[in-house]
């Protein structure tokens, strides 16, 4: 059966389509969307580790983070895109002690080891000459194959496809219908990030995307119950707080 390249486990479902395991922001809690949480994501067997990048105060100058102020995870506060870079790095550090990464710095980590592959998060606030740079940073260090963005914004999509035809774009959706979601697959998204309960509530939901020639993952399944249905349903990738027990989930089965 086959095994994932670079990485020793397992996950088969049936011998026809492989599911792949995504640490969400590498690691839950103080330390989410750090460097440490790629370590994290990488000892606990998972494929993919997830990660958020905003744009600050400084033109095509960008940092790991999730929210689109400072106060939650870190010891300073405000808007990230109020923030000069010099002064997040000489002045912040996460509830966990870590200075907040820079995308570059994040990337430079990323490149240093065969796994896990990047899904980096396109945060809106991003115009697509930003998503470019960004684009650019990843291909020249050789992750444009290793690298998945995704967004919850139509015209991301459409920037990120149109500026990196190299590098998947997913659109991240709780809705598999709606005028924003068709806006994100007119603009060329490779496949569908959808909050799991979504997929769980419609049964068909994932055979009719795919029909439509798109991938499917699932986000926020933090549950057994959840991963069996998501089993069952063949997506592409599970996104989950609990990486290590749903590789070991997935090689028991």
């Given amino acids: 059966m086959p095994r994932a390249p670079g990485n020793p486990h397992l996950r088969v479902t049936r011998a026809v389509r492989t599911i792949e395991v995504a640490a969400h922001r590498g690691q839950p809690g103080i330390h989410e969307n750090t460097l440490r949480s790629i370590e994290h994501a990488c000892e606990s067997g998972a494929d993919w580790v997830e990660a958020d990048v905003r744009p600050t105060a400084r033109a095509n100058a960008f940092v790991i983070l999730h929210d689109s102020t400072l106060d939650r995870t ?4 405000g808007e990230v895109a109020a923030w000069r870079p010099a002064a997040i790095r000489h002045r912040c550090r996460t509830k966990g002690g870590e200075p907040v990464p820079t995308l570059g710095a994040y990337l430079d980590r990323i490149a240093a ?14 115009t697509r000459p930003q998503v470019r740079v960004i684009a650019k940073r990843v291909t020249a260090r050789g ?16 920037a990120a496809t149109a500026v990196a035809p190299a590098i998947e ?8 219908h709606g005028r924003r979601f068709e806006r994100a697959v007119a603009n060329g998204a490779d496949g569908v990030n959808v909050k799991a309960r979504t997929l769980l509530a419609s049964p ?17 399944a933090d549950a057994d119950g959840d991963w069996s249905a998501l089993v069952e349903a063949e997506v592409d990738v599970i996104a989950t707080d609990h990486p290590a ?6 090689r028991a089965r």
């Fill in 74 to 77: 870190t010891t300073c506060s």
């Fill in 113 to 126: 080891a065969p796994s896990p592959k990047l899904l980096l998060e396109l945060k809106p606030g991003l």
């Fill in 143 to 158: 992750l444009a194959g290793r690298t998945r963005f995704q967004t919850f914004e139509p015209r991301l999509v459409r």
């Fill in 169 to 176: 774009t997913w659109y991240v959706t709780s809705r598999v």
């Fill in 245 to 250: 027990e749903l590789v070991a989930f997935l």
């Fill in 204 to 220: 068909d939901a994932v055979e009719a995307l795919r029909r439509r020639g798109l991938g499917v993952g699932a986000w926020e």
